[in-house]
């Protein structure tokens, strides 16, 4: 059975055509395979796009295989259609809002969902072509489509052509996790594999899971006009963040009029007349509620199947994919592994940083450690949540003394002319010094503000620089210079306490004049 | 009102302090000790609230507005029925493994609104057993009882089996599914409860429990101001009802250089701060007219109603910076802080009975109002009637204002000084640890 509803597949239309033309096209014909390569890579999605062109650029001969669509999940089913989508549901929450920015909301405000879907696959077709398969062959990648299976710790065999490699990566990926609901395989359900092949909106949507998958596309069929049922098992969002930011999430699913369930499970699924009737529980509450669409996002699972990763000597588990070392090299010293298939942070710029950390490593006798990588993350909810480095509970817990500057949004002055005002910074720093271990923003542009924290990190910048810097204002950016301000500011209160109260007890042991 | 506004302080605190008490008298029912959760009709009795009342009898016969043996009588009555109540956890039942149930019927005594078993709502409950048991230390008859009786429901509550097998306790449990999945997280008015739990010679829990909790903690400099964040000022109040936490720090507040006052007078500041700003332009919000805390708020949940402009949220625990924030203030929130910022808190009572003396029924500061919902016509809408927690925390931040009394009988508390040091607290007025002791 399909992990899915299958018979929701994408419209075949001019822009489908330009991408399966570009990513996976019919015709396509495997080459001849060379009698060895120095590298092969199994995958062609963020990971193994970006291997394959530095391994090119370093003048290795490099053969990709490929068995669905080149560009993997965010390509084809992630980033790029959610991002798009996210725009346009951005834009009618606007207009139906526009009264909050002193602006008239237009009369009769209709979602053309067609319109919506048609500019979605549009531009993900668009940017197919920076993956395409033209593109790689010209490069000089020996691209080639079709099953993976591994028969020795060198060879593979692609359909029925055997490969010899000196050095392989492995780069499946993930797919959606599905959970085991009783019924919810009868009466179909979407996942991110095949929502954005929707044509119609949804008018009732039960979303399973109050991950960043869920969140995002959760508000974004909300702005766009479905009554959204949002279900996590879970007391709040997106567990991993912090819990004000949960918190902030939250209210603003509230104010949206999503309907929210937190601490609650989904115990099963049935079709009556034509409707999903859903049954919920709550710990000893149970409701039933009834919807047109049910999308799930509670979790991915690694691709190791059906690659005969036994043959070459791989470890690997059903549930955390392909084990490596801090280098990303798997049990087999000639084969690595990067992206999603082996990492725990799975976006796809800490895919493709691996991916070339593994091409170092593999062909350089690199010793790059996936450890130094400083990955930043976003959900792309509004307001949007981003994250880079340590959590508080974390430092807490590895003994690190941590403190926390924080900026609320309604302090800084474009975010509030521009009313978004809801959100915050929060800088943490080793508490003593101005060296930043993490930080967190809540804001409308989360996503854009984290990168500056990001460099400061890589680069070894703490507060102290960071206060320095003139920010263009008014910029929403400058809440994190303003972090830094208040962190020079406590500096100096406590050095000059500290002074004056030296100062004072020298003054009083000294003897009388 | 403007004659309570003219008022010395001392008479405005003595007026206001007293009105409280008088819910007590109000919202008890005699034959079982059993007090209101709110004076709302039909309202159930909450746990906590009871725990308040029993703190509030002992004010009250110092203050000369009940007689010794009345307080006596009205206190035995509830520690007898908890003594007595059904202990088998069944869905009807008062209570489970020396917890109860947060909400109870008036006059059966038993589960009502199949609420959970809560644990913070207990301790608060078990905190003004003790202190009525070091209150009426006489050798009558009945007062001895009472202390008697008192040890008994401390003793009976089974603190390690709340851990469940979680490092932090849990916030509850229900006969139907079992623990509720979620511990403490970050800093919340749950010292009371770790602190019992700690002392607590029959059962306590693991030492390393309390550290789970702090780990969870988040110290952040907010408006030029450090402080360990909790959005709510109850958080920032409850567990000073009895607790004196002036100069006494566990290894968190030792490594802060702070301490839980100071911290909850860094609390006042972020709230004027906050109001100061207004972010959301809220009617009246400023410097002198704060207190988002818990309490009741005007509720228009509308599920079907798309993209609202507003929302409000009724009952809630509303707080700084992140929210939620409706507009909705707490005045009783407020008045609760006299002890740790008393010219501010004054500041703002008079400032906000001044302006919305609409907040005060009966002499009693309501649970909530919200001055932006009711703009159009000038009345800003005002929570009905009166919520037990509200009175019981006034009655009990004035009283430690004025005279530090309940701080002073529970530092004499055995359980209690045990339970903080058992939690790494040092220092103030806790007596020093001996060498040979070791936690």
Redesign the interface.
């Given at each position: 059975m399909q992990p899915f509803d299958a018979t929701l597949t994408t419209p075949q239309d001019a822009y489908e055509d330009k991408r399966l033309a570009d990513i996976h096209p019919q015709a396509w014909v495997n080459p001849k395979a060379a009698d060895s390569y120095p590298l092969i890579i199994v995958g062609a999605g963020s990971a193994g796009v970006a291997a394959a062109e530095l391994a090119i650029r370093l003048g290795v001969r490099v053969a990709m295989i490929e068995r669905h669509l080149i560009g993997g999940t965010c390509l084809n089913t992630g980033c790029v259609p959610s991002k798009a989508l996210i725009r346009t549901s951005r834009l009618y929450?606007e207009m139906?809002?526009a009264?909050?920015y002193g602006a008239k909301a237009p009369d009769n405000i209709e979602v053309d969902f067609a319109a919506v879907m048609d500019r979605v696959r549009r531009i993900r077709s668009h940017l197919s072509g920076g993956s395409s398969v033209r593109r790689l062959a010209a490069l000089g990648v020996d691209m080639f489509f079709g099953n993976v299976r591994f028969t020795g710790p060198d060879t593979l065999t692609v359909n029925d052509q055997t490969l010899r490699f000196d050095k392989a990566m492995v780069a499946t990926g993930t797919r959606p996790h599905v959970p085991t609901i009783p019924g919810l395989r009868e009466a179909g359900f979407m996942t991110n594999a095949n929502v954005f092949n929707l044509t119609e909106l949804p008018k009732r949507l039960l979303v399973i899971g109050g991950g960043p998958v869920g969140c995002e596309l959760a508000q974004a069929f909300r702005h766009l006009?479905s009554?959204v049922t949002i279900v996590q098992d879970?007391?709040l969002f997106l567990e991993r963040e912090?819990?004000?930011a949960a918190?902030?999430l939250s209210?603003a699913f509230?104010?949206?009029?999503l309907?929210v369930r937190l601490?609650t499970q989904v115990v099963g699924v049935r079709v009556e007349k034509g409707s999903k009737v859903v049954d919920l529980i709550s710990?000893?509450?149970r409701s039933t509620i009834e919807v047109d669409a049910i999308l799930t996002g509670v979790g991915r699972v690694p691709n190791v199947q059906g690659l005969d990763l036994e043959a070459a000597g791989i470890k690997y588990d059903a549930d955390n994919g392909i084990a490596v070392d801090d280098f990303l090299c798997t049990s087999n010293p000639r084969i690595y592994a990067a992206g999603d298939i082996c990492l725990e942070e799975q976006y796809t710029d800490t895919a493709a940083a691996s991916a070339r950390i593994v091409v170092h490593n593999a062909l350089l006798r690199g010793k790059k450690r996936l450890s130094k990588l400083v990955i930043p993350w976003c959900t792309y909810t509004d307001p949007e949540i981003s994250h880079v480095g340590m959590y508080?509970?974390e430092a807490?817990?590895k003994g690190i003394?941590?403190?926390?500057?924080?900026v609320?949004m309604?302090?800084i002055h474009r975010a509030?002319t521009d009313s978004e005002?809801v959100g915050?910074v929060?800088i943490h720093i080793r508490?003593g010094t101005d060296t930043i271990l993490g930080a967190t923003i809540v804001a409308r542009h989360a996503g854009e503000m984290i990168n500056e924290i990001t460099l400061a990190m890589v680069a070894g910048i703490g507060l102290r620089t960071l206060a320095e810097v003139i920010h263009a204002y008014p910029t929403q950016a400058e809440a994190i210079r303003e972090a830094a301000k208040?962190?020079v500011?406590?500096r100096v209160t406590t050095r000059l306490r500290a002074r004056l109260q030296r100062w004072l007890a020298r003054r009083s042991s000294a003897p009388p004049a | 009102m403007t004659q309570l506004t003219k008022l010395t302080d001392e008479a405005l605190l003595d007026q206001l302090q007293r009105a409280a008490f008088g819910y007590f008298l109000e919202a008890v029912n005699p034959l079982n000790g059993l007090v209101a959760d709110t004076s709302r009709e039909n309202a159930p009795v909450s746990i906590a609230v009871v725990g308040f009342a029993l703190s509030s009898y002992p004010v009250a016969v110092e203050r000369g507005w009940m007689e010794r043996s009345d307080a006596v009588q009205r206190t035995l009555a509830a520690l007898r029925f908890f003594r007595d109540s059904d202990q088998s956890g069944s869905p009807t039942a008062t209570g489970f493994m020396g917890f109860y149930y947060h909400f109870l019927d008036m006059h059966s005594g038993t589960r009502v609104w199949?609420s959970?078993l809560s644990m913070i709502d207990t301790a608060l409950l078990i905190a003004g057993v003790l202190a009525a048991a070091m209150y009426f230390s006489g050798d009558a008859p009945e007062e001895v009882e009472l202390r008697e009786l008192a040890d008994f429901l401390y003793l009976r509550v089974d603190w390690q089996w709340a851990q469940g097998d979680g490092g932090t306790i849990k916030q509850g449990w229900?006969p139907?599914?079992g623990f509720?999945?979620?511990g403490w997280?970050?800093y919340s008015e749950a010292i009371v409860l770790y602190v019992l739990a700690l002392g607590s010679p029959t059962h306590p829990i693991r030492g390393d429990c309390y550290a789970a909790w702090?780990?969870?903690?988040?110290?952040?400099?907010?408006y030029?101001h450090?402080y360990l964040?909790a959005?709510p000022l109850f958080v920032h109040q409850f567990s000073h009802a009895w607790i004196d936490l002036r100069g006494i720090r566990d290894s968190f507040m030792r490594?802060k250089s702070s301490d839980y006052f100071d911290n909850s007078r860094n609390a006042v500041y972020i709230q004027r701060r906050y109001t100061q700003?207004n972010?959301?332009e809220f009617v009246g919000y400023d410097e002198n007219c704060w207190g988002l805390s818990a309490g009741d708020g005007p509720n228009d949940e509308q599920?079907?109603?798309?993209?609202?402009?507003r929302?409000l949220f009724g009952y809630a625990a509303r707080g700084v910076?992140?929210?939620?924030d409706d507009g909705t203030l707490s005045p009783p929130a407020v008045l609760a802080s006299l002890p740790f910022a008393p010219e501010l808190v004054l500041e703002a009572m008079r400032n906000m009975l001044l302006r919305y003396p609409q907040m005060l029924t009966e002499g009693r500061l309501t649970g909530g109002f919200n001055a932006t919902v009711g703009a159009s016509d000038d009345q800003p809408w005002v929570s009905a009637g009166h919520y037990g927690l509200d009175q019981g925390i006034v009655v009990l931040m004035i009283e430690n204002h004025r005279s530090q009394f309940i701080w002073q009988l529970m530092s004499g508390c055995r359980y209690i000084s045990d339970g903080l040091q058992g939690a790494g607290f040092e220092g103030g007025w806790l007596p020093p640890r001996s060498s040979g002791e070791a936690n």
């Open positions: 929450a139906r809002d009264a909050r006009g009554n879970k007391p912090e819990r004000d918190q902030l209210d509230a104010r949206d009029g309907e601490n710990a000893d509450y508080v509970r807490n817990r003394p941590i403190k926390t500057f924080t609320p309604h302090q509030v005002e915050f929060k508490d208040a962190y500011r406590s | 199949q959970e229900k139907e599914s509720l999945h979620y997280e970050g702090t780990a969870t903690y988040q110290w952040e400099n907010l030029d450090d964040y959005g490594e700003l972010p959301q599920p079907d109603v798309f993209n609202e402009k929302r910076p992140y929210g939620p």
